[in-house]
């Protein structure tokens, strides 16, 4: 009987130590929590809000226009931000409208909260751009903006981003659960 039970608790170790691996992994690996501080990302993403970063996405993946994401700021804090441009693209606004590669785009994700600012124009110039009033993203690089353009700091004022500083993109919010969502492309 005592070596029953010694039996099954070593199996009970082991479970549990399998199972600390794994999670360790994916953690490190594959996935990360990020809590959001601030409100750059309104009306889409809130000050609080828990969200899930997959990790392993640009990994095997290409990262893609509109995609939000998780970077690295500076060693010691993470910003979320919705990538707008990717290296070699055109960018300007114009009438407050941007502008992709001379195409202009609709931005779904922020239509209903541009609607409710009582601003003359809801996305200031972009103090990178060169005398067309143009700006080209560099290779390697990407150019991001949170969707609460009249409250963010985002690469209209730091400048581009590395894309090796990306840490991975956002694919889930959890919390708060009557917010849980998957998608913010739109």
């Known amino acids: 009987m005592k070596e029953e039970v010694k039996r099954e608790s070593v199996e009970w170790a082991k479970a549990i130590i399998l ?4 999670f360790g992994f994916i953690r490190f690996f ?3 929590n990020y809590t959001v501080q601030g409100q750059s990302m309104l009306p889409t993403i809130n000050d609080g809000d828990k969200l899930l970063v997959n990790k392993l996405s640009y990994t095997i993946g290409e990262i893609d226009r509109f995609d939000v994401v998780v970077f690295h700021y500076n060693q010691e804090e993470d910003f979320v931000k919705r990538v707008i441009g990717l290296p070699g693209d055109t960018l300007y606004f114009e009438n407050d409208t941007l502008h992709i590669n001379g ?7 922020i239509e209903g909260y541009k609607d409710q600012m009582s601003y ?3 996305t200031g ?3 990178l751009q060169d005398k067309t009033g143009e700006m080209e993203v560099p290779a ?7 969707d609460n353009r009249l409250g963010s700091t985002d690469s209209r004022h730091f400048g581009f981003i590395k894309e090796n500083e990306v ?3 956002v694919s889930l919010r959890y919390w708060p659960l009557k917010k849980w969502e998957i998608n913010f492309k739109d």
């Open 19 to 22: 199972g600390l691996v794994i």
């Open 30 to 32: 594959l996935f990360d």
């Open 103 to 109: 195409e202009p785009i609709d931005e779904q994700y």
């Open 120 to 122: 003359e124009k809801f």
């Open 125 to 127: 110039d972009f103090s």
């Open 140 to 146: 390697g690089q990407l150019f991001v903006m949170g």
């Open 167 to 169: 840490v991975g993109e």
